[in-house]
């Protein structure tokens, strides 16, 4: 019996993640982007430019935009050629810095709460959970999906009242190249047609 138990406890060491996340590390991750990035930068008086220019830098520095990009662009990134993927990432990049530099305005003069991690499948992510009080209803729910490449730490996903952006992203560029004529190129040319 004491064989059989120790075979079972080798096993199960074996399949075990060799490496996980530290939650602690990636829920201050999350506060520092929080804190210092969104509430300081949508509470400054700042020109749009600017905003914009920092919001730029913040989602370069913080989200891992181009391991987004080849997920929402799934099954079609293995057939684009160098060039289509390196103009879906550069455009995808933008709109994405333009549409969160707008709805990250909505939590103006809010701050963040949060709520612990959850694990995830994958042992190199974790999702960091928030909260961010509103007048009326309940709290706006922020889950932030954190993963770390050689001990760096990036955004992977931002889920906003169970809807996940990188999931919406993907089922609608799915959608659309495969009723586009032109596939990945009309894609990219409406992301395009959608920057101001």
Same mark, same amino acid.
């Given at each position: 019996?004491?064989?059989?138990?120790? #075979?079972?406890?080798?096993?199960?060491? %074996? !399949?075990?993640?060799? $490496?996980?996340?530290?939650?602690?590390?990636?829920?201050?991750?999350?506060?520092?982007?929080?804190?210092?990035?969104?509430? /300081?930068?949508?509470?400054?008086?700042?020109?749009?430019?600017?905003?914009?220019?920092? #919001?730029?830098?913040?989602?370069?520095?913080?989200? =891992?935009?181009?391991?987004?990009?080849?997920?929402?662009?799934?099954?079609?990134?293995?057939?684009?050629? *160098?060039?289509?993927?390196? =103009? #879906?990432?550069?455009?995808?990049?933008?709109?994405?810095?333009?549409?969160?530099?707008?709805?990250? =305005? /909505?939590?103006?003069?809010?701050? #963040?709460?949060?709520?612990?991690?959850?694990? !995830?499948? !994958? *042992?190199?992510?974790?999702?960091?959970?928030?909260?961010?009080? %509103?007048?009326?209803?309940? *709290?706006?729910?922020?889950?932030?999906?954190?993963?770390?490449?050689?001990?760096?730490?990036?955004?992977?996903?931002?889920?906003?009242?169970?809807?996940?952006?990188?999931?919406?992203?993907?089922? /609608?560029?799915? !959608? $659309?190249?495969?009723?586009? *004529?032109?596939?990945?190129?009309?894609?990219?040319? =409406?992301?395009?047609?959608?920057?101001?």
């Amino acid at each position: 019996m004491k064989k059989f138990l120790a #075979f079972v406890l080798g096993l199960m060491m %074996m !399949s075990a993640p060799a $490496y996980a996340i530290d939650a602690a590390k990636a829920e201050n991750f999350i506060k520092n982007i929080t804190q210092q990035g969104i509430e /300081e930068l949508v509470n400054s008086n700042v020109s749009a430019a600017e905003k914009n220019a920092r #919001f730029t830098k913040l989602f370069n520095q913080d989200l =891992d935009l181009d391991f987004i990009g080849k997920f929402v662009l799934g099954r079609y990134w293995r057939t684009a050629t *160098p060039q289509q993927r390196k =103009d #879906f990432i550069d455009v995808y990049r933008k709109l994405n810095i333009q549409t969160w530099s707008a709805r990250f =305005d /909505e939590f103006k003069g809010r701050h #963040f709460e949060f709520l612990g991690t959850e694990s !995830s499948k !994958s *042992p190199d992510q974790i999702f960091v959970n928030t909260q961010v009080p %509103m007048d009326e209803g309940a *709290p706006a729910q922020v889950k932030w999906r954190v993963k770390e490449t050689n001990g760096q730490m990036r955004v992977v996903d931002i889920i906003i009242e169970n809807v996940s952006l990188a999931q919406t992203s993907r089922s /609608e560029y799915t !959608s $659309y190249i495969q009723k586009s *004529p032109n596939g990945i190129d009309g894609l990219i040319a =409406d992301l395009r047609s959608r920057l101001k």
